[in-house]
């Protein structure tokens, strides 16, 4: 069993910055492959980026690549999503989830554990 912890989402302007955290409970937390998604109002959950046990690969989502970085630190059970140069199409709630699988799925369905959600607004 997982347990997941985001933090760090707010209200920002466009062109800001913001990182969201997600700590995990589990003793075994390199054994999972750690991902976030995020859904807006009215929308899916989508796919945001994920990361493999040991942070030696990542993947993520068109609309994010060169503005948004997923690392881990496995000594804090933590994950990390740094996300720069921020638009108000980025507005959602993030969840943090967590998988023993790798390459990871990109639908919600084949992530075993989530978060709680938390919330990102950007403004003009």
């Known amino acids: 069993q997982v347990q997941l912890v985001e933090s760090g989402g707010g209200l920002v302007q466009a062109g800001g910055s913001l990182r969201l955290s997600c700590a995990a409970s589990a003793r075994t937390f390199s054994n999972y492959a750690m991902g976030w998604f995020r859904q807006a109002p009215g929308k899916e959950r989508e796919f945001v980026a994920a990361?493999?046990?040991?942070?030696?690969?990542?993947a993520s989502t068109d609309s994010v690549k060169g503005r948004f970085t997923i690392r881990r630190d496995n000594a804090k059970n933590t994950v990390y999503l740094q996300m720069n140069s921020l638009k108000p199409e980025d507005t959602a709630v993030y969840y943090c989830?967590?998988?023993?699988?790798?390459?990871?799925?990109?639908?919600?369905?084949?992530?075993?554990?989530w978060g709680q959600g938390t919330q990102v607004t950007v403004s003009l």
């Open positions: 990361i493999n046990w040991y942070g030696t690969n990542t």
């Open positions: 989830a967590a998988d023993a699988a790798w390459p990871p799925k990109r639908t919600m369905e084949a992530w075993d554990y």
